[in-house]
């Protein structure tokens, strides 16, 4: 018996229309479990003979050879945008059941949107995304969706996924500087909160290295359908290209458990690590528009840098003259306000050791961004804190502190990063008079002015160093957490207090 092999082009309610690998339509007795887009394989005796000639066969016929040819001709000119060009600095796609393409400059501006599916290229048909802000394209597709009411079946799951262009120069001359870049473009995508969109998202976003990106482009995937795709790989998950390629993308990710099953939007399970104790569920962070959110400002200016190499001494490591960050958001590589030193413990609000909530209700998600753990010149956070009681805080009585060592006392310089109001933020470095053994040392972050709504936050990323670059030996520090969780979730080791008193997590005893 001769065997046939095919891709479904058309579904109708006994047959399916089939073109072969020689480019022949012919139709098929149509199985329970077929499915547009599936590749099949069938016998002679399965091929329907009775060849209708009617208008609407010839006219559905012609209209899946375009459709095929159309997708033949996108994954062509992928591939030959991947390779050649040099004009964007990353990739965002944007799956929900529409999958759409963003290609932004190192100014985090959109300069170009491509439908990767019929879904996406009707979505956007009418919508103008080009030249704004990515974040502020991503929130303005997801609000034309759910307006719309395009959503995922069942349950509504938005997966971000962000890549760098590795032809680009910057990323060819500065590969570290291009990750910590793209790694604060994630943290910015994952403050999109689906209560900004009457709750009708969950909002999932991931880091995808170049080569699974082209990857992707090679099989006609988006970036996220891809990591999907390779994760299940990885990890023995029985999972077809053409199941990751059409398959319900919140499925696809219970399969994985990429996701947390449950549908409360203001709870997300905290990932799996080794060593983290006492971790509470995750709560999606949501910002206010001008709310404070910014840096403080080292004595000595200096630039962050992506320590996944190597390299210990300061002479040997390449660190950029000038911090290459979003012009839209507006942060110099030098602020204005001297950083104090070494300030005594007395001056710091008095310690307590449980959380008290009769001024306040807070909550503090975090991780750090380095990936290396011992002999790091300079520790990288991410700090998001969530107002979870009924009533306003005023940032200016709020304070949060990383513990940490020190590991040889030297003088040290810190910078941060947010969103809005990059001359709000204050900080200090506190030599602690009762040291433990995780802990010698806390850095303090707070603000000027501004207010946290209820259900709001607001996010600072922080780096700092000593000044001769000296190493920190962060693996035993009580603040610190897994290199490996490249996401925002609740940890009580970095504290948080309103007017002195202690509101969230657990101090060093």
Aim: glycine share 4%; with cysteine.
């Amino acid at each position: 018996m001769v065997i046939n092999m095919g891709t479904i082009m058309e579904v109708y309610k006994n047959e399916v229309l089939v073109m072969t690998v020689d480019f022949e339509l012919v139709r098929v007795k149509r199985k329970p479990e077929m499915y547009l887009g599936q590749q099949v394989y069938f016998g002679d005796s399965e091929v329907i003979k009775s060849q209708r000639k009617s208008n609407f066969f010839v006219a559905s016929a012609i209209a899946a050879i375009m459709m095929f040819a159309i997708i033949i001709i996108y994954v062509v000119l992928q591939k030959g945008n991947f390779k050649n060009d040099n004009n964007f600095y990353a990739y965002v796609d944007l799956d929900i059941n529409p999958s759409i393409e963003f290609l932004i400059n190192d100014n985090d501006i959109v300069k170009k949107v491509i439908p990767l599916n019929n879904d996406g290229k009707k979505a956007i048909s009418d919508t103008l995304l080009k030249e704004l802000p990515i974040k502020e394209a991503v929130e303005k597709v997801m609000g034309k969706f759910q307006k719309e009411g395009i959503k995922n079946a069942k349950n509504n799951i938005v997966m971000i996924s962000a890549s760098l262009n590795p032809e680009i120069k910057s990323y060819k001359e500065n590969k570290d500087n291009a990750e910590l870049k793209l790694n604060k473009l994630i943290a910015s995508l994952k403050s999109i909160d689906g209560t900004e969109i009457n709750k009708e998202y969950t909002v999932n976003v991931v880091k995808v290295e170049p080569e699974v990106k082209k990857q992707a482009v090679e099989n006609g995937l988006s970036a996220g359908r891809q990591f999907i795709l390779k994760e299940a790989q990885n990890n023995g998950v029985d999972m077809t290209l053409n199941e990751a390629k059409t398959g319900n993308l919140a499925v696809l990710m219970k399969k994985l458990d990429l996701y947390n099953k449950s549908t409360d939007k203001e709870t997300l399970s905290t990932p799996t690590v080794k060593s983290i104790k006492n971790t509470t569920p995750e709560a999606k962070p949501t910002f206010t528009k001008g709310a404070a959110l910014v840096g403080s400002t080292p004595k000595n200016s200096y630039n962050p840098i992506n320590l996944k190499n190597d390299k210990e001494t300061p002479t040997k490591l390449n660190i950029p003259t000038q911090l290459d960050i979003p012009t839209q958001l507006d942060i110099p590589p030098k602020l204005n306000t001297p950083t104090p030193k070494n300030i005594s413990e007395s001056k710091k609000p008095v310690e307590s050791k449980t959380s008290d909530s009769s001024a306040g209700t807070i909550k503090i998600q975090y991780y750090n961004v380095s990936k290396k753990v011992s002999k790091v010149i300079q520790i990288n956070t991410v700090i998001n804190v969530i107002n979870t009681g009924s009533e306003a805080i005023d940032l200016k009585d709020l304070t949060v502190r990383y513990y940490y060592t020190i590991n040889g006392e030297r003088p040290q310089s810190a910078d941060c990063w947010a969103q809005t109001d990059k001359s709000n933020i204050i900080h200090r470095f506190v030599k602690m008079n009762r040291p433990s053994g995780k802990a010698d040392y806390y850095l303090e972050i707070g603000f000027k002015s501004g207010l946290v709504e209820p259900g709001k936050s607001t996010m600072v990323i922080t780096w700092f160093n000593k000044d001769n670059w000296s190493n920190y030996e962060q693996d035993d520090d009580h603040s610190y957490n897994s290199s490996g969780i490249e996401e925002l979730y609740d940890w009580k080791y970095v504290t948080g207090y309103i007017k002195g008193a202690l509101k969230w997590g657990i101090e060093p005893k």
